[in-house]
């Protein structure tokens, strides 16, 4: 099959797409490396190109003709969406418009949408199911949330099948340590615990102690970015068999707290993190976490490295064989 991966020189989709060559796929990976790196980019072909790029989409449908299309492409930080709601929504909600348009003119009729679980909001029910109501926070979660509606509509108008995979807090890296999480600026807790134990940064700081939680700090739920990978895979299968729009949540189903992450991380690596005290961040939920029974039952789903110990171990091997200058004191 060929997969054109939208957002593939990411941390997610440079996962997707090595998974997807390693399965014998043809893979065409487009990213304008905004926040991506080519070197992460493990096979197929490359396309340094832009979502807003119309022309430039119709070029790449028409050189490579894909079967189905995965989109990874967007920007991710939720503080910037509510300084800069401007280029989220251009970005993450307009962008992917023109990359839906040139699937239309083309005739390209299975699409994989990365959303998350920021459409939500505050949780009304633990844990999150598909059906629970979308009240996003925040313009990052409404953009993915406009997405998820515009997909409806095509798929109404146009005939265009979709799966939306909501994933919670991917987390982890290849457990070959050739791929991790590279996100500058980080914001994610697990790589900003190991750049602290790795040396990269001073300290981390934990943002309330107060939640109503068993430790006081929030609760979220890490999926391994190889089972979000996997999932999209199993997915892509089931659309093309079963022609039918759906969305599946991604997460493990069972929540650790900010305490429980950096006590999981000082045990593997046998390092200390140093910690600092800060207040609430507005928007935080206490918990966050999924209900992902739909995609075990449908997609025969199952995270495979649901251990909390594990995800931060692959996270390690990459952060220590990348970044750890006593790491490769000891290689060289
Ligand atoms: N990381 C998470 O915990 C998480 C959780 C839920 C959902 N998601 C979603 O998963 C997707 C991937 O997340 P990630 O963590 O890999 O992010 P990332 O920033 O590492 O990857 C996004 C990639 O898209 C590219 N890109 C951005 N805008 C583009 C454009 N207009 N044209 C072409 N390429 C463009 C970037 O260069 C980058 O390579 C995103 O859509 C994100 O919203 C991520």
Redo the contacts with the bound molecule.
């Keep these: 099959m060929k997969v054109l991966v939208?957002?593939?020189?990411?941390?997610?989709?440079s996962h997707m797409v090595k998974m997807l060559v390693d399965e014998g796929h043809n893979v065409i990976t487009?990213?304008?490396?905004?926040?991506?790196?080519r070197d992460a980019v493990l096979g197929g072909e490359f396309v340094q190109?832009?979502?807003?790029d119309k022309a430039g989409l119709d070029d790449v449908f028409k050189t490579y003709r894909p079967d189905a299309v995965m989109?990874?492409?967007?920007?991710?930080q939720v503080g910037e969406s509510v300084q800069h709601p401007d280029r989220y929504y251009l970005?993450?909600f307009s962008?992917t418009l023109n990359l839906l348009d040139a699937m239309v003119k083309h005739h390209v009729n299975y699409f994989l949408f990365?959303?998350?679980?920021?459409i939500f909001g505050e949780p009304e029910f633990l844990p999150i199911h598909e059906t629970h109501p979308k009240r996003p926070l925040n313009p990052?979660g409404r953009s993915?949330w406009m997405v998820e509606q515009a997909l409806a509509d095509y798929d109404r108008a146009f005939g265009l099948k979709s799966v939306c995979l909501?994933?919670?807090?991917?987390?982890g890296a290849d457990p070959s340590g050739v791929l991790g999480?590279?996100?500058e600026p980080e914001t994610?807790l697990i790589p900003l615990v190991l750049q602290a134990l790795s040396g990269r940064r001073s300290r981390i700081t934990v943002y309330g102690r107060d939640y109503d939680t068993p430790d006081g700090t929030c609760i979220r739920d890490y999926i391994h970015v190889v089972d979000i990978c996997r999932a999209h895979s199993m997915a892509l299968t089931r659309l093309m068999a079963n022609d039918y729009s759906c969305h599946y949540n991604l997460g493990n189903g069972s929540g650790f707290s900010v305490q429980q992450v950096i006590d999981a991380a000082e045990r593997v690596t046998g390092r200390k993190v140093r910690v600092d005290e800060g207040p609430r961040r507005q928007g935080d939920p206490a918990r966050l976490i999924a209900d992902a029974t739909l995609a075990r039952e449908e997609l025969g789903w199952q995270p495979v490295y649901s251990d909390l110990e594990t995800i931060i171990l692959h996270a390690w091997c990459w952060e220590a064989l990348h970044h750890s200058t006593e790491f490769r004191k000891l290689l060289a």
Excluded: C, Q
């Design positions: 939208v957002g593939g020189a990411g941390y997610i989709g487009l990213d304008n490396l905004s926040s991506g790196f190109g832009d979502t807003a989109h990874f492409a967007s920007y991710i970005n993450n962008n990365s959303s998350t679980a920021a990052y993915k909501r994933y919670f807090n991917a987390a999480e590279r996100h994610h």
